[in-house]
């Protein structure tokens, strides 16, 4: 019981330090800066481009379904690339499994093609 | 090759077949529907998944006569707890595709309008996704695939539930649905994170001799936070209360095969998780001073107040709903309350009986839902009130569904009174009378609403001159199918408490096996 | 057929189910003529079961094949289907196949859907003699709730105004009492392993050790009180019973107030004092005063109701109330009494509701004070009503005065201030039947009613045949007595502290 309470001290440690760190260097700051403020500084963009309009832009849902489709491929990526290395270790089988795993995304992909995610209309 | 890398092939992926060709057939079912053109009817897929799930359900059968076994590091176990609940499964998805078929066919509710499903493959193809995380929940020895499972299952559901894009209380089902069971699995995996920070392990087995050495080792108190979240992540998918607020909506938005789907499958599902999980986890536990084992002492109490809470509440807000679809879902919170009774009054026939309650209620509620489904699509509406003259329209539709109803009232000679009666057994056996009292005297109180729609059955004229119900035959076929199983239990529930006593052998769940 | 002569007699309305799911709707008068042939299957069986029944000798015709067992770990406990027929339970299914033939002929002013009404008044029938036939608690309670469902119906659809709402309360009263009944059955099959008659009521005399505590068999008698109770109906308990009997279409009354009362008084004589005769006798006292009180209310509340049938009802609760007087004596006489009085109820409560139905279908009413003179029009009618209402009465050599003759004389050996009291409540009966009959059949005819058809021969010939019953029993109370003798006997020897028989 001992051991997992300390183990939450140091959780606990490590919250601190990571509240005191940016509060002290932002506060330290605050006092060595000088402060001399204009409106120009205040604006959200120093290009000096006023934004208008809502900050609540509606985006298209397909963005959110490319995004979909991106981070399984990415994941793929992730999962191939410590096969590649160890493809000599791992052998034939491991190639199964990874076109087994290919093929099933491929699926997905022919799937999402047919559903018509990919085209822009 | 590396000792630790073990050959692929090495495994016996045999143990495995059932849900290998329910995957296989689910994947060919994608590829074929990709593959036709727009236009085509899509029924025929639904009779290649129906293939698949007689196939798998020979395969399982043929593995519950052979020795239990287990693959993947004992992260899979095939035993006959396992075997019992797929069995279950597969006969709940078998009629749920039966019903689903019926539905976009010709004059089904789903055929058109505003109800319409266009996506029709991922219909049929969904409820076996489903199906197979369900099954992969009944066989998992391990938290990790114990989770996969219980995912594979949750997100078909989510999906199937939103079929019919253009209904409203559908999107508003689904949605709902998705938040809450978003928010139990999180909870699930909470609960199951303290398993593995006791313990130190991932296997099931493993987990119960660790969380017995946590528990006498000071960290009691985990080991109850960890029971707590688990069994709220179980009562979400048992839709028992107080976790139970999706289910009266999500019942009604899906379309009714689906909702027959959840009731059964997915119920049961959660159920072989509540077994499986905190059976083997928790079993061992002891109070250190007197060696009673808690299971037994302590933590049913808690789950006997949740199944108390979800007789009295499905029981009464049922009273008070009129569209049928609703009055159903609150009856399967009662039922999930019912089912919870024998767990929380544990003895060895905990597996028996929820086995039988399971089977008698697959058969009540799948007739139940296929004449709701009949009777909906031919009056357009689930209010109480489209069942008024049934009985003058089309007798033996209005027989079967007396039947089931009379059986989920829990009335004699039907599976419904056995299975009762088979729960009371434990609860009084282990002296829980207030439990007891609490499920007979709800019962009672079922009988109202079962009976509203009895009374408007028989009682209430519809229009005159209405020409019967139109039965497909497959939705025949279910309810035949019920109906004969439902009257069958009831008189002759022998056959059937012999085999789960005697074929299954449930024990098998806390064997270690040998490599 | 002497093995299965109690299968046979109990399923044989089921024939008549069966023969009339082949009849066309629309050929009345066939499937009239089914449904009441096949209630006189079973009649004929009965009485073939009457003649072949041996007085001293017990249990009888006794058949047992299994059924299901229930499997716990390696063993299994049976459940068994077991029927048979002892002194107690033959005058009940005698009674239940006379009036459930009489109330089918009597279905005359039935209309409506009458295929459905002639199938759920089989099974209706089924349910009840199952109820008096079954040996095993299992069984019984199966047969017991089996009587709800047809009798939902027969309430719900050919009932009066309000029937539905008297469906459903008959529906949850008795549903109440069945789970309360299922909760003590339950128990004892936990506690005794088996659920026939015979083994529980051994398993909780004889056994060395006692299978129940004091307590528990003090809550499971008090469970099995309240569940007949509700049934009986004895007083906080009866008000479902007034709606049903007002509601319920004449001859279904008279098969619920003839018959199914009936069901109740039989399961507090056969399991409650049968089991539990230790605790009973404990408990005489306030049985017996609970019984008091359900006289004397009955009593009181029927000398002041406007409703014919509402008078009838408050005059069964009076009457059951002295069921359970001679239940509480504890002793041979009070219980023969009280099956007496069950039975000559059973007899008379269908004559009256057989005679209200027939006035209802003339006159549109039942209302005491809208009638009058109707001795004028219909003198074989009123005739009948006053004969009847001398029998519930208590009018020596009708099978009223007996039964209760019997049960106070069993009271005043035991409780004699209680008895005394009680008496009042005979007293009472006179005064309102009295009141509520004479104000029908004599008096001043009301305008509207004048002129009415007397009772046609059909309608008389059922009443004949009740009422030959009743004077049957009152003038050779031995067609009963002689069947009862052995059963009540072995009921009152179980009981403690008893010197001799």
């Given at each position: 019981m001992i051991e997992y309470i300390n183990n939450y001290v140091l959780v606990s440690i490590f919250v601190l330090l990571g509240l005191l760190l940016p509060v002290a260097a932002l506060t330290l700051g605050r006092f060595l800066r000088p402060h001399r403020p204009t409106p120009e500084k205040g604006k959200p963009y120093e290009s000096g481009v006023e934004p208008t309009g809502s900050s609540w832009v509606r985006y298209n849902v397909r963005y959110y379904l490319f995004a979909l489709l991106f981070v399984i491929f990415d994941v793929e990526t992730v999962f191939l690339y410590p096969w590649a290395v160890a493809y000599n270790q791992l052998g034939l089988f491991a190639l199964v499994e990874v076109l087994i795993f290919i093929a099933l995304l491929l699926i997905g992909l022919v799937y999402a093609w047919k559903k018509k995610v990919l085209t822009w209309t | 090759m590396d000792e630790a890398v073990k050959n692929v092939l090495d495994w016996n992926w045999g143990a495995m077949a059932p849900e290998l060709v329910i995957l296989g057939a689910a994947t060919l079912m994608t590829i074929l529907d990709l593959l036709l053109p727009a236009g085509r009817d899509r029924r025929p897929l639904a009779w290649l998944g129906l293939a698949g799930i007689l196939v798998a359900a020979f395969l399982v059968w043929r593995n519950v006569q052979a020795e239990p076994t287990h693959i993947l590091y004992d992260m899979y176990r095939v035993d006959d707890f396992a075997n019992a609940f797929k069995l279950v499964f597969l006969a709940g998805a078998a009629f749920a595709l039966l019903l689903a078929v019926a539905d976009v066919g010709p004059g089904g509710e789903a055929s058109s309008g505003e109800k319409a499903i266009r996506d029709r493959g991922e219909y049929f193809y969904l409820l076996l996704t489903g199906l197979l995380g369900a099954m992969m929940l009944a066989s998992a020895a391990d938290l990790i695939v114990l989770f996969v499972g219980l995912e594979v299952l949750a997100l078909s559901s989510y999906i199937l539930v939103a079929l019919r894009r253009q209904y409203l209380p559908a999107v508003e089902g689904a949605f709902k649905y998705v938040v809450n069971g978003g928010i139990a699995s999180a909870i699930t995996l909470y609960g199951m994170s303290f398993l593995y920070g006791l313990t130190g392990s991932t296997n099931l087995l493993a987990v119960g001799e660790g969380l017995r050495d946590a528990y006498v080792s000071g960290n009691a108190y985990l080991v109850y936070v960890a029971f707590f979240f688990l069994v709220v992540g179980v009562a979400f998918k048992i839709a028992a209360a107080p976790f139970h607020m999706w289910a009266p909506d999500v019942y009604q938005g899906a379309p009714t095969p689906v909702t027959a789907f959840l009731a059964v499958v997915s119920k049961a599902a959660g159920f072989a998780l509540l077994l499986r999980l905190l059976l083997t986890a928790f079993l061992g536990l002891a109070n250190p001073l007197d060696g009673s084992p808690l299971l037994f002492s302590e933590l049913n109490v808690y789950v006997g107040a949740v199944a108390a809470a979800s007789m009295i509440i499905g029981n009464t807000v049922a009273l008070?709903?009129?569209?049928v679809k609703r009055m159903m879902a609150y009856s399967s919170i009662a039922h999930a309350g019912y089912l919870l009774v024998p767990f929380a009054s544990l003895t060895t026939m905990v597996f028996s009986q929820m086995m039988f309650y399971l089977v008698a209620y697959l058969f009540m509620t799948m007739g139940a839902f296929a004449v709701i489904q009949l009777v909906a699509r031919d009056r357009g509406s689930e209010d109480l009130r489209a069942f008024a003259g049934l009985f003058r329209r089309s007798p033996l539709l209005a027989l079967a569904m007396t039947l089931f109803l009379l059986s989920l009232a829990g009335l004699p000679l039907t599976a419904g009174f056995i299975g009762k009666f088979y729960l009371f057994l434990s609860a009084v056996g282990r002296e829980m009378y207030a439990l007891a009292a609490i499920m007979v005297l709800t019962s009672v109180v079922s009988f109202v609403y079962y009976f509203a729609v009895i009374r408007q059955m028989f009682l209430r004229t519809g229009e005159e001159g209405d020409p019967g119900v139109r039965v497909p035959p497959t939705v025949g076929t279910v309810i035949a199918l019920s109906a004969a199983a439902t009257v069958l239990l009831g008189l002759l529930p022998d056959p059937a408490l012999d085999l789960l006593a005697h074929?299954?052998?449930?024990?098998?769940?806390f064997l270690p096996l040998a490599e | 057929m002497n093995g299965h002569l109690l299968t046979f007699l109990t399923f044989s309305p089921l024939v008549g189910v069966l023969a009339l799911l082949f009849v066309p709707r629309g050929q009345t008068a066939l499937i009239r003529a089914i449904g009441v042939l096949a209630t006189f299957v079973p009649l004929v069986l009965s009485l073939v079961l009457y003649a072949r029944f041996a007085p001293e000798g017990g249990l009888q015709f006794a058949e047992k094949a299994r059924w299901f067992a229930i499997p716990v770990g390696e063993v299994a406990f049976p459940i068994e289907y077991e029927l048979g027929v002892d002194g107690l339970s033959l005058p009940l299914v005698l009674l239940t196949t006379i009036v459930t033939a009489v109330a089918a002929v009597a279905s005359m002013h039935i209309r409506q859907n009458l295929k459905t009404y002639f199938a759920c008044f089989l099974l209706l029938e089924v349910g009840m003699l199952g109820v008096f036939t079954s040996q095993n608690l299992f069984l019984f309670f199966l047969f017991f709730e089996l009587t709800l469902i047809p009798m939902f119906f027969l309430i719900s659809k050919w009932g009066y105004l309000e029937r539905e709402q008297a469906a459903l309360h008959f529906l949850v009263y008795n549903g109440v009492g069945s789970a309360l009944l299922l909760l003590a059955i339950l128990t004892l099959f936990v506690r005794v392993g088996d659920l026939s008659f015979v083994r529980v009521a051994e398993a909780l005399h004889q056994a060395p050790i006692p299978v129940l505590s004091d307590t528990a068999a003090l809550v499971l008698f008090g469970l099995l009180l309240v569940a007949f109770g509700v049934k009986l109906p004895l007083f906080p308990f009866h008000t479902w019973m007034l709606r049903v009997h007002v509601q319920a279409p004449p001859p279904v009354v008279m098969l619920h107030s003839g018959i199914q009362l009936k069901m109740g008084a039989y399961g507090l004589l056969r399991m409650g004092v049968g089991f539990f005769p230790e605790v009973a006798a404990k408990l005489a006292t306030f049985l017996a005063a609970w019984g008091l009180v359900n006289v004397l209310y009955g009593a009181v509340l029927a000398l002041v109701q406007r409703d014919l049938k509402r008078v009838f009802a408050y005059s069964s609760i009076s009457h059951m109330g002295i069921v359970l007087l001679g239940l509480a004596a504890m002793n041979e006489t009070g219980f023969t009494g009280a099956v007496f009085q069950a039975v000559s109820h059973g007899f008379i409560s269908a004559l009256l509701f057989l005679l209200v139905g027939v006035i209802w279908e003339r006159t549109g009413t039942s209302t005491v004070t809208e009638m009058g003179g109707l001795a004028k029009s219909m003198p074989v009618a009123s005739g009948m009503l006053l004969a009847a209402a001398m029998a519930s009465l208590g009018l020596p050599g009708m099978s009223g005065f007996l039964s209760e003759f019997l049960a106070f004389l069993g009271l005043f050996r035991v409780q004699p201030v209680l008895a005394a009291v009680g008496a009042v409540g005979i007293v009472l009966a006179a005064a309102y039947l009295l009141r509520a009959v004479l104000r029908t059949t004599f008096g001043p005819t009301p305008q509207p009613l004048a002129g009415l058809r007397d009772a046609t021969a059909a309608e008389v010939t059922p009443m004949l045949v009740l009422l030959a019953f009743i004077v049957l029993l009152g003038v050779w109370p031995a067609v009963l007595g002689d069947v009862l003798h052995h059963a009540v006997q072995t009921l009152a020897a179980a009981l403690p502290g008893r010197i001799g028989g």
């Open positions: - | 008070r709903q009129t569209n074929t299954f052998n449930f024990s098998e769940m | -």
